[in-house]
């Protein structure tokens, strides 16, 4: 590339940097984008450089890849009903310990790169996701619920806690774990907990980044726009299952809600966020309301 494509390149993102100064973006931060060792650093210097231009990145991080290996060196087997993991008391001390060591990689990462970022995930921090255990729904049970174990919904979050880190300049990382008033831990889906915090702290953009090119029709191919009223006929004919309903489902309350913006990307795509941002070029799927 020659120095005035670069120049090109640099010029054309002058309109978004503008658009999207001061504005909050967040993040949903997983797999293979944690997994691959470029893919971090791409990441990482995307995300300090949206914080570098004036935007105030939020970062929400799942671990579902590090978990299962970490299940799986205890000879326990991950399980999961409608995306969402199955958690007794073994499962989710494994859940907190690998989440806290993702959570301060990705701390020490963006430092290494010359970012501020603070974890929000330690044990007293941990209050300003308030949750409950989730009694979650099963249509081939009589009772109509199924137990997920120490599996929580949230009931609030914090605004002013989350404020205080982007007043100082950081970038909150958060693990997607909540603290019930039984002083118990919860583990909740992290695409849940991107999507309820970008509502309550009134995004601009939701971006969740994934390792499909965004959602998928029947034959396998892109869908770059998706409404809400679609969605349902998806899952009825099962094209949408799996991880990807919390996914949807937080997208499409999101959308409903006071974000902007809701777009499912291509975590696999190198500097995907910055593709997806500051550029006409997106690399997913862009939820909408209607």
Excluded: C, W
Aim: glycine fraction near 10%; hydrophobic fraction near 40%; charged fraction near 25%.
């Amino acid at each position: 590339m020659t120095p005035n494509e670069k120049a090109k390149i640099l010029s054309e993102a002058l309109p978004y940097i503008k658009k999207f100064t001061k504005k909050i973006m967040v993040i949903k931060y997983g797999g293979n984008a944690m997994i691959d060792d470029k893919l971090k650093h791409s990441f990482a210097k995307d995300v300090v450089l949206l914080k570098l231009v004036g935007m105030h990145p939020i970062i929400v991080h799942g671990g579902g890849p590090q978990i299962n290996k970490s299940l799986d060196l205890i000879g326990k087997k991950g399980q999961f009903h409608n995306g969402m993991r199955v958690t007794d008391k073994e499962t989710m001390d494994v859940v907190y310990d690998v989440l806290n060591s993702i959570n301060l990689e990705i701390v020490e990462l963006i430092k290494e790169i010359g970012g501020n970022a603070s974890s929000l995930s330690k044990k007293e921090s941990l209050g300003f996701i308030k949750s409950k255990k989730l009694l979650a729904s099963d249509n081939n049970l009589k009772k109509g619920t199924v137990d997920l174990g120490y599996v929580g919904e949230i009931e609030s979050i914090d605004k002013k806690f989350i404020n205080e880190f982007i007043s100082n300049k950081s970038i909150p990382v958060i693990a997607p774990i909540g603290f019930g008033n039984d002083n118990q831990i919860y583990n909740i889906n992290a695409d849940v907990v991107a999507g309820k915090i970008a509502e309550v702290m009134s995004s601009e953009k939701l971006v969740l980044m994934t390792n499909t090119k965004g959602v998928l029709d029947k034959n396998k191919k892109l869908i770059t726009g998706l409404a809400a009223s679609e969605v349902d006929g998806l899952i009825k004919t099962g094209t949408l299952s799996g991880g990807m309903l919390p996914k949807i489902q937080s997208a499409i309350h999101a959308a409903k809600s006071n974000v902007n913006s809701v777009h499912i990307i291509d975590g696999r795509v190198e500097h995907a966020l910055l593709l997806e941002i500051l550029t006409d070029q997106g690399v997913g799927t862009l939820i909408t309301s209607h």
